[in-house]
């Protein structure tokens, strides 16, 4: 029996298998300490699924079936009606990329429909986004054959430069 501690001043043996264990020089067991490794690739997957439960009817497989369409038919005789059938069941499309693609449509609607999205969105656009999104307008406002759409391209430049 140890004279270091008084018959009061003895601690428990809990205290001191707490202090065991707190202490760096007793070994764990590290893998009761060890999280399981993430899945990353179902963590991703769930991620994806609340997202397209978010978007309503834009996350369903009809929606990317289309919006997929539109860049296919890009330049084929087909591209203005591959837009219509987009529009008309989902409304204008919310990404940069592929309001760009629609103002080469030249469709009067579609164009007029996509430069009134286009400013709704220019907020949120990456710089990289905002600089395609000028330019395009840009080129139309000085070769489109149309006097209302270039118009409407300046207008749309304008509103875009002064919401910055």
Same mark, same amino acid.
């Given at each position: 029996?140890?004279?270091? +501690?008084?018959?009061?001043? =003895?601690?428990?043996?809990?205290?001191?298998?707490? %202090?065991?264990?707190? *202490?760096?020089?007793?070994?764990?067991?590290?893998?009761? %300490?060890?999280?399981?490794?993430?899945? =990353?690739?179902?963590?991703?997957? +769930?991620?994806?699924?609340?997202?397209?439960? #978010?978007?309503?009817?834009?996350?369903?497989?009809?929606?990317?079936?289309?919006?997929? %369409?539109?860049?296919?038919? +890009?330049?084929?005789?087909? #591209?203005?009606?591959?837009?219509?059938?987009?529009?008309?069941? #989902?409304?204008?499309?919310?990404?940069?990329?592929?309001?760009?693609?629609?103002?080469?449509?030249?469709?009067?609607?579609?164009?007029?429909?996509?430069?009134?999205?286009?400013?709704?969105?220019?907020?949120?656009?990456?710089?990289?986004?905002?600089?395609?999104? =000028?330019?395009?307008? *840009?080129?139309?406002?000085?070769?489109?054959?149309?006097?209302?759409?270039?118009?409407?391209?300046?207008?749309?430049i304008e509103e875009i430069e002064t919401s910055?």
């Open positions: 029996m140890s004279k270091a +501690y008084d018959d009061g001043e =003895r601690p428990s043996w809990r205290d001191i298998d707490k %202090k065991r264990e707190g *202490s760096s020089h007793t070994r764990q067991d590290k893998k009761e %300490k060890k999280e399981a490794p993430k899945d =990353r690739w179902n963590e991703g997957r +769930y991620k994806k699924a609340l997202d397209k439960l #978010f978007q309503g009817d834009k996350g369903t497989l009809e929606h990317e079936k289309l919006h997929n %369409k539109i860049h296919k038919m +890009y330049g084929a005789p087909g #591209f203005v009606r591959a837009a219509q059938a987009y529009i008309e069941k #989902f409304g204008p499309p919310d990404d940069p990329s592929t309001l760009i693609l629609l103002l080469d449509s030249k469709d009067t609607d579609i164009m007029f429909l996509t430069m009134k999205k286009l400013q709704l969105i220019h907020k949120e656009a990456s710089p990289r986004e905002k600089e395609d999104i =000028r330019r395009k307008l *840009s080129i139309i406002s000085m070769t489109d054959r149309s006097a209302d759409i270039k118009e409407k391209a300046v207008e749309t910055h």
